[in-house]
């Protein structure tokens, strides 16, 4: 009990000092607010889009095999789909046509399917908002399923049409009969999405000729070694998930690397004003220290103080700043932050960054916030605790 | 009982700036009133500072009764000062921003003692020397008599059995000096041991020992009268 | 209560808050995403538009850490050909058995 009293002593006297030094504490929290909420912010959705990559690339085909002409990337024979259907550990293989189209100075990710090798039955419709998703019967019939971004563009919706310029710059109307999500926005939202056959065209691909292939293992087969076995196929590049999801997050990774190195100088800027207003009020909290040792505060009491003092500041302003941080990102989509990030010139107004509030990335910044900050007010607190209390009264006058 | 034995204090010992406050000062302190006294720089507050435990002489004993406590570890030195010393300083050394009754307590927070529980005494104090209206205003607000009057009522409230005041009465006016000097005579009938630093020949005259230093010795030592 | 130990309570609060977050964040993980997976699986293909592909909307600043993207779904070959990176490269197997690989790259 004694001992409880004890330390609510202590602790009722660290609010009286925070109190008390109100300014260096205003300045303090101010400034790693800020910092915080801009690294938090950004870190939240590099992890949130980091993580929509790894989901996404789960759930990708295990192979992507693509067609290489001079080391560059070609239309692939869609014979050779036949040659990798018939090699062991694969399941299935599923055409692709797709590329970019561009509307005035947008460019969108069109993308043709093989609809007769599609399995339709896990819920395509989860990613509809209205109209319906391809099937079998839309072969050849330029009905297309658009993202939330060019439908607003365009003002488009279930039952309009849409003309676009082919490859062979011929005006293609096209019919749409569904309109994705504001959920499925991350994935969809600048994507048309048509038949294969109608994608064909549309990029005037060669006869018998598609983007890549699509491949999937059997249940149990390791992914590498069915690669190993499409080895003898000449001039073909193979991807797994592991190329992608590197792919994916070098871009992130570069991208949020950049502006977390910005911020993480401004934290850095942040804990030397916390050391700076520790040196201003020095003087001060010396004296204050030598007094305290006079009248009985020991060497831990004092550094338990200004721990709880530190921390409650350090807390205090770090945590602020994450949850203001993730609600400008989470419910506000980040302004100035996600065009750089994502790289679109225009959002859907109903859009939704994925935002992943990491355990890692949580610790990472109380670790640059709350450390320092303790480190510049209980370090030079613990040194005067041990000086002669006479002497650091003396030094705090002076 | 205070004893002290060849107690010295070096400043900076070994660098180019040595200065030797104190120099093998020997005396006994058995209760009452004991009053230093000398010029300026002869090393009076140091000697009460290290009486005081809040500076570490260089060489030399420091009993109380009858045990060697600069044998002992920081941290129960602060213990026993915590429990058994009060202090008052020349500059006051009241805590700015605090009100006159809350540096009146500080002291108590580095107990397991009730801070609040003390407030009766600690208003009954101030009461007794004046400073009953005054108990809410802050350190910034008090004149300096009143702010003295405040650091002795800190020093007092837990009613220590040494205390040690550093010129006490230098920065305050007659009236001030005159209840400081009564409150002096208070303590000591009631058993409490009191060490002071002083050029106040008032405070002198009440003083049953007094003890003259010139140039970091002890010169002189005796009863009032003698010294 | 005073003005200061509601700024203490706040610590605790705010901070108990964006671990809650984070913990349920770091949960829901597990689930793998909600329905959004589904169009995953259906296009099949991981297809985060992640740049388009036309200069006047890019940031100027960035393009220089963009770093070229195997031409996969949603990237873009920018400088370099998009051919000497990747896995093929990283793997004996591929180097070394593949007819006619691309022979940029040949050990001694």
């Not at chain 1, 190195?261 to 030598?290: D, M, N, P, R, Y």
């Not at chain 2, 034995?5 to 070994?14: C, E, F, H, T, V």
């Not at chain 3, 296009?43 to 393009?63: D, F, H, K, M």
């Not at chain 3, 949603?74 to 006619?100: H, Q």
Request: aromatic share 10%.
């Amino acid at each position: 009990m004694t001992l409880i009293r004890r330390h609510r002593n202590l602790f009722k006297y660290s609010l009286d000092a925070l109190g008390r030094y109100r300014m260096r504490g205003a300045v303090v929290v101010v400034t790693f607010l800020i910092a915080t909420t801009m690294i938090s912010a950004v870190l939240f959705t590099k992890d949130g889009l980091e993580r929509e990559a790894e989901y996404s690339v789960n759930a990708a085909p295990d192979l992507t095999i693509q067609y290489l002409k001079a080391g560059r990337v070609v239309p692939i024979p869609a014979a050779i789909g036949e040659v990798i259907s018939g090699t062991e550990g694969v399941e299935r293989v599923l055409m692709r046509t797709w590329g970019y189209a561009g509307i005035g100075q947008y460019t969108f990710t069109v993308i043709g399917l093989d609809l007769q090798g599609l399995d339709l039955t896990g819920g395509a419709m989860g990613a509809i908002e209205s109209g319906r998703f391809l099937t079998p019967d839309d072969a050849g019939t330029r009905n297309i399923v658009i993202g939330k971004l060019i439908a607003g563009m365009l003002d488009l919706k279930t039952g309009d049409d849409m003309i676009l310029l082919s490859e062979s710059v011929e005006a293609t109307r096209f019919h749409v009969v569904g309109v994705f999500s504001d959920q499925s926005s991350i994935y969809t939202a600048d994507m048309i999405i048509m038949p294969l056959e109608d994608a064909n065209a549309f990029f005037n691909m060669p006869d018998g000729y598609v983007t890549d292939f699509a491949v999937y293992t059997k249940p149990g087969a390791d992914a590498g070694e069915v690669a190993s076995r499409m080895s003898t196929i000449p001039n073909v590049r193979i991807l797994d998930q592991d190329i992608l999801l590197r792919g994916y997050k070098a871009a992130y990774g570069a991208r949020g690397g950049v502006f977390t190195t910005l911020w993480t100088i401004l934290l850095a800027a942040a804990a030397l004003i916390a050391f700076s207003q520790a040196v201003v009020v020095g003087h001060e909290s010396k004296f204050e220290v030598g007094l305290l040792k006079t009248f009985g505060f020991s060497t831990l009491d004092i550094v338990e103080v200004r721990l709880i003092e530190s921390l409650i500041m350090g807390f205090f302003a770090t945590s602020l700043g994450m949850l203001i941080g993730y609600a400008y990102a989470a419910f506000f989509n980040a302004p100035g932050l996600v065009d750089i990030l994502l790289g679109w010139a225009f959002l859907p107004k109903e859009f939704r960054l994925p935002v992943f509030v990491s355990a890692e990335s949580l610790l990472s910044i109380y670790a640059v916030t709350v450390i320092p900050l303790l480190v510049t007010t209980v370090v030079p607190a613990w040194l005067n605790a041990i000086t002669d209390p006479e002497i650091a009264m003396r030094r705090g006058t002076a | 009982m205070i004893e002290a034995r060849d107690l010295s204090k070096i400043y900076n010992k070994g660098r180019s700036n040595e200065v030797t406050a104190v120099t093998k000062v020997n005396l006994k302190i058995d209760g009452g009133i004991a009053a230093f006294t000398g010029p300026s720089g002869c090393g009076k507050t140091t000697l009460l500072s290290m009486l005081g435990l809040i500076l570490t002489p260089t060489s030399g004993e420091i009993l109380f009764d009858g045990e060697n406590v600069l044998a002992y570890s920081d941290y129960w030195k602060t213990k026993f000062r915590r429990e058994s010393f009060g202090f008052i300083f020349q500059h006051i050394n009241l805590l700015p921003g605090y009100t006159a009754l809350e540096n009146v307590l500080l002291p108590l927070y580095a107990s397991d003692l009730r801070p609040e529980g003390y407030r009766e005494r600690a208003l009954e104090l101030l009461t007794g020397l004046g400073m009953k209206e005054r108990a809410d205003h802050t350190v910034e607000q008090l004149s300096g008599g009143e702010q003295q009057r405040v650091a002795f009522v800190r020093a007092l409230v837990k009613d220590p059995k040494y205390i040690f005041a550093d010129e006490p009465t230098v920065f305050v006016d007659e009236e001030t000096s005159k209840v400081i000097y009564d409150l002096l005579s208070d303590l000591r009938e009631r058993g409490k041991t009191i060490v002071l630093s002083t050029h106040d020949p008032e405070l002198i005259k009440i003083a049953d020992k007094v003890c003259r230093l010139c140039r970091g010795s002890l010169e002189k030592e005796g009863g009032r009268a003698e010294v | 209560m005073r003005r200061i130990t509601i700024v203490a309570v706040l610590a605790i609060a705010l901070t108990v808050a964006i671990s809650a977050i984070s913990f349920t964040d770091e949960a829901g993980w597990r689930d793998g995403g909600g329905s959004a997976m589904t169009i995953r699986e259906v296009v099949g293909l991981p297809s985060i538009a992640i740049g388009t592909n036309y200069e006047g909307t890019r940031n100027p600043l960035l393009e220089m850490y963009v770093r070229p993207l195997y031409d996969i779904p949603g990237g873009y070959d920018y400088a370099v050909p998009s051919s000497f990176i990747g896995t093929p490269l990283g793997i004996p197997a591929y180097r070394e058995t593949i007819p006619e690989f691309n022979i940029t790259i040949k050990k001694g």
